[in-house]
């Protein structure tokens, strides 16, 4: 019985290896299949349904548009911007120009002012009937304009001068001729 009780315990310990070896191929196996199954899953979710192609053509069409959109609104800014400094270059331009203009306006009107203050000293030093002679070929508003300026012993010497007639119509012009003006 010494060999029977040596040989069981070896049997079992066979026995027993046999198991774990089997046990393990099958671990290998069940994780194998366990991967295959898991990749296959993940191929199936990842999958797309039939109408994302579409959807993605729309998103990429749309990107486009809005790429364009974005390129148009650069250019019109950019268009702008040179809009802009070009009105800035005229206005400085305009703006020189108005200066030069007033500059040429005050010129000729104190050059007109010159020019009538003198004419008016020379009426005043012509003899009253001379200039009475030519403030009646002359327009009576025109005449009235220059008798207003004069000194009045000068003008009341012309007045004396003129024919009653003109001399009242160039003493209403006269006399009228603020009668806009405000009061207040």
């Not at 331009?93 to 007033?102: Q, S, T």
């Not at 002679?133 to 005449?143: G, K, N, R, V």
């Amino acid at each position: 019985m010494r060999r029977r009780v040596r040989a069981l315990p070896l049997i079992a310990a066979l026995l027993l290896a046999a198991g774990a070896v089997r046990l393990a191929g099958a671990d290998i196996a069940l994780a194998r299949d366990s991967d295959a199954r898991t990749a296959e899953g993940a191929a199936e979710s990842c999958a797309q349904p039939p109408d994302i192609d579409a959807l993605l053509a729309e998103i990429e069409a749309r990107a486009q548009q809005l790429d364009a959109r974005e390129a148009a609104i650069a250019n019109r800014m950019q268009a702008l911007r040179l809009a802009e400094a070009a009105a800035e270059t005229r206005i400085g331009e305009l703006e020189a120009a108005e200066a030069a203009l007033r500059q040429t306006i005050q010129m000729a009107d104190s050059a007109a002012e010159e020019d009538v203050a003198r004419l008016t000293a020379v009426y005043e030093n012509m003899k009253p009937k001379q200039a009475a002679e030519l403030f009646t070929a002359m327009a009576p508003e025109f005449a009235a304009g220059f008798l207003g300026r004069m000194r009045p012993e000068a003008a009341a010497a012309v007045f004396d001068g003129l024919d009653p007639d003109t001399a009242f119509a160039l003493s209403a012009i006269l006399a009228g001729r603020n009668a806009g003006a405000p009061r207040q």
